[in-house]
């Protein structure tokens, strides 16, 4: 082949071999331009705020939803650098990560951190930087991707406030409350550091919830919390325990500093003057005061102390501060009693209140056949050893603690329910007389149930008599006529209980419609040996019959005492000599009768 042939072909194979290259970059560019074309629509349009991030922490592009999460125009984000957008406790870990990118030390991370809005706000949000390789063109940079959390992050702390803040008033509330007291009981422990504890208790709420309702009752607690929030320090905590119960913990506090600012307080809500559609209230507190310290920080023990202390300012006479006492007698009775809240409530709900009767029996020859059955209902609780709980032990600390309401209920519901599956002992039941507490009689949503069990059960009204203390009637003279009111429209009967115990006892018994007293037992037990005795039961007797009412002589113990009571013209006579308390369920089918005397 001549040379110039084959300068020829080599020439042709020369371009050729250009005419490949330029095709194959070709090709290459559109490829790249393509995905160029992509990765910016990516970037424009994602629901991720995103921006690329220079290695010296400048924004150097950014997307149109990173200044929607941010606040800032593009202009002004632009020229920002990263430093200036985050908040400065979380500035130094973000700034030492990115740096780890550029060093090449790692590919990508991960933070959440707060960010400033241009309002000033902050924004929670999740933050990626991933590392990007440099081109020839381009000086190297960071990728950007920013998740806006900020709804999230609201609504878990919403929740979080829910979970530990009362509703109504915005306090702490009781669980939160006794995560703080076990904080500062192991601060005492472990620093030898004193703290003081305080139960405080509102004394006239109920009156204010009775006459003008709940929702009275509402906006008073919140003006209170607001009254009682501007006499504290900024230590201290105050948390809502219940309806108007308050908790306050006073941190590195002394006892005696502490009980001033407590006189201080309580003298504050004492001058407190609450007005409810033209009704003007005075409100008080009693207040329990406990230290804290390395000898005393038991959580459990130092709630139990502070809320006896604060009953103990009760029974002083409320609107005072009282002091726990380690060696105070009414302090460890109002501890014992306390326990015996938790057993009442668990006696209720696991169905350990059990029912006894007494039989109560007329003096009068004839009145009553051996068939009929007249009885009181006596309340008892099983232990959960099986052993039987007299009423003495645990009554008392229902009655102070608000139970009572809640036993008297189960226990007619229970009653009820039993006569009405007992048609025969339901037929020969001439009497029930069944124990109520002032509790009761004092709650209208107790009296309309009372009335829907009666009416429900089909037992006739005038086979069922209620008993209140003339301790009960006295104290709450409007609630009781009403309760009788209400409930003597069914036809049932009501007997005052320990008679001749109060103070005014003869005064008040034209106001009430009773049909039964009930001569306190006081009167009755010595009266075979004790003159004054005898004459006080044998004056409520004659009252009694004077006024239309029949008597009933309780704790007739023997048969001296019986044969005394007889002279004095009673109409029923109920102690141990006339028959001793047993289970409801084994009530004889015979009634003793006593021989005229």
Known sequence: MADDELAFLTSV????SQLATECERHITQQRLSASERRYRATFEHSAVGMAHLGNNGQLLRI??????????????????????????????HLLEQHQALINGEKEYFTQRCRFIHASGNTVHADISISAIDPTPNQEGYTLIALIDNTLNHTMSQRLIHEANHDSLTGLLNRAA???????????????????CLAYIDLDQFKVVNDTCGHSAGDALLIQLVDII???????????????????????ETMLEVAEQQLEHLRNTVAN???????????????????????RHNDPHQLLSAADAACYEAKDAGRNRVHRHCESGDQVTLRM?????????????????????????????????????????VLVRLRSRDGSIISPGEFLPAAERYGLSAAIDEHVIRAYLSWLASQKSHAERLTMVALNLSGHSISSPSFRETLVTLVRESGIPGN???????????????RDARTFFETLGELGCYFALDDFGSGVSSFGYLKSLPVDYLKIDGAFIRDMDTNRVSYSIARAIAEVAREMGMKTVAEFVGSKDVLASVSTIGVDHVQGYAIGMPRPLMETSLASPMLEHH
Request: proline content about 3%.
């Open 177 to 195: 409350f006794r995560s703080r007291l076990t904080q500062l009981c192991d601060n005492a422990r472990a620093d030898d550091t004193v703290h």
């Open 336 to 376: 014992q009693e306390m326990h015996w809240v938790t057993e009442i409530t668990a006696a209720l709900e696991e169905q350990r209140i059990v029912l006894f009767q007494q039989p109560i029996v007329s003096t009068h020859v004839g009145c009553e056949s051996d068939s009929e059955l007249h009885y009181e």
């Open 63 to 92: 997307n149109q939803r990173i200044e929607d999460i941010l606040g800032y125009p593009t202009a002004t984000l632009s020229r920002c650098y990263l430093r200036e957008l985050v908040d400065p406790e979380d500035l130094d």
């Open 13 to 16: 194979c020369d371009r050729v």
């Open 229 to 251: 929030r501007a006499e504290l320090r900024p230590q201290d905590f105050l948390a809502r325990l219940g309806g108007d119960e308050f908790g306050l913990l006073m941190p």
């Open 272 to 294: 407190f003057r609450f007005m409810w559609d033209d009704k003007l209230f005075g409100v008080s507190s009693s207040i329990g005061l406990v230290s804290i310290s390395s």
């Open 463 to 477: 086979k069922i008599c209620f008993e209140i203390t003339e301790t009960v009637a006295i104290t709450r003279l």
